[in-house]
């Protein structure tokens, strides 16, 4: 039994130094992608984070406000600052590339959204279904657009991406949400 308790704890501190180990490798890359990611910012003109007690401070910043694109419609994150509640009537609100996320509502997820969406001036969207849906609740000419990120060309992304940390052939995916089937 001793022999088999020394052997285990040998085991036991050889894991926690391993875990150690990749702890830092993680935070270090953690770090320097926080530092990327301010720089970044800094360099786009970022104005900074706003909550729901602060949005308001802009209205005397800018004169119009933009809302998109990925899923900013998403009704299972229903987030009025993402349909711009918070700017007057006075104020022009334009929707860029919204997507909804899904191409059929249930009435409750309509009764939140559509009153919304007809206090913006413009609106565009990534999905045609999307597009379709919306027309049925407004007057307003809605165009299919790309997505922001394709609107740049390849040497543009160039000129702000960086060295990639991953050497071997990999997929990569990206999915919202807990859909199972997935």
Do not use: C
Request: proline share 4%; hydrophobic share 30%.
């Amino acid at each position: 039994i001793i022999q088999n308790t020394g052997k285990y704890l040998k085991e036991q501190t050889k894991k926690k130094k391993y875990i150690k180990s990749k702890q830092f490798e993680i935070e270090k890359k953690l770090h320097t992608r926080r530092y990327k990611f301010d720089k970044f910012m800094k360099r786009v003109g970022y104005s900074g984070p706003y909550t729901n007690g602060t949005i308001k401070k802009t209205l005397s910043i800018y004169s119009g406000f933009i809302a998109g694109s990925d899923q900013v419609w998403n009704p299972k994150w229903r987030r009025s600052v993402y349909y711009l509640d918070f700017v007057p009537k006075e104020i022009p609100k334009i929707a860029y590339a919204a997507s909804i996320g899904k191409n059929i509502l249930t009435q409750e997820e309509k009764n939140y959204i559509f009153p919304r969406i007809k206090n913006f001036q413009y609106i565009s969207v990534r999905e045609k279904e999307n597009q379709k849906l919306l027309k049925l609740q407004t007057d307003k000419n809605i165009k299919v657009v790309v997505d922001p990120t394709l609107l740049l060309k390849q040497e543009d992304w160039d000129e702000i991406a960086t060295e990639s940390d991953v050497k071997d052939p990999y997929i990569f995916v990206y999915l919202l949400g807990n859909n199972k089937e997935h």
